[in-house]
């Protein structure tokens, strides 16, 4: 039996930073601001009536979470409304965007992205995650790997065991 035999880790040894966009998810509570519940007869806003009811509104609710405003009915609502709203939303949440859930979910991470530090992936070879619990937009890939192209030696997807090449330095 042969002894002094070392097993080494070549995934560790290659040198791979691995970045797994799960951690860039939004961890605060995600609530829908629904327009819906302010409109006239279910159809229109009217502004008086809207502008009493947003007043009377609990912001507090909102406090530190990140806000979907939207509007789930069939109406022509008009530009001034979401600006309103976003009058009272923007002092307690933590972040407001017009749209969905996903689309709120997709800018959270664009800003999460936005805000690394690019210079420490520096003449890197990075791979970008590509499994996980949590599904992350396409788009969260499309803006990792141009946030990173100017820095980075190279860049991969998937596993660290397993990549598919997408960008090497020349």
Same mark, same amino acid.
């Given at each position: 039996m042969e002894t002094g035999t070392m097993i080494v880790n070549r995934v560790e040894a290659s040198g !791979? *930073?691995?970045l797994n966009l799960e951690d860039f998810y939004p961890k605060e509570t995600i609530k829908v601001f629904d327009l819906k519940d302010y409109l006239f007869r279910g159809l229109i806003i009217r502004e008086k009536d809207f502008r009493e009811t947003l007043k009377n509104t609990n912001w507090q609710d909102f406090e530190n979470m990140n806000v979907a405003v939207v509007c789930s009915a069939e109406a022509i609502i008009p530009v001034w409304a979401y600006m309103l709203a976003a009058t009272y939303l923007q002092p307690v949440a933590k972040n407001v965007v017009l749209g969905n859930e996903e689309? !709120? #979910?997709?800018s959270i991470l664009q800003? =999460? #992205? =936005?805000a690394i530090n690019a210079e420490e992936y520096r003449d890197k070879r990075v791979v970008v995650k590509g499994c996980g619990e949590t599904p992350i937009p396409d788009s969260a890939y499309l803006k990792i790997t141009t946030r990173l192209l100017p820095y980075v030696k190279s860049i991969m997807y998937g596993e660290p065991c397993s990549? *598919?090449? *997408?960008?090497k330095k020349r």
């Open positions: !791979l *930073v691995t689309k !709120l #979910i997709e800003q =999460n #992205i =936005n990549t *598919v090449p *997408v960008y």
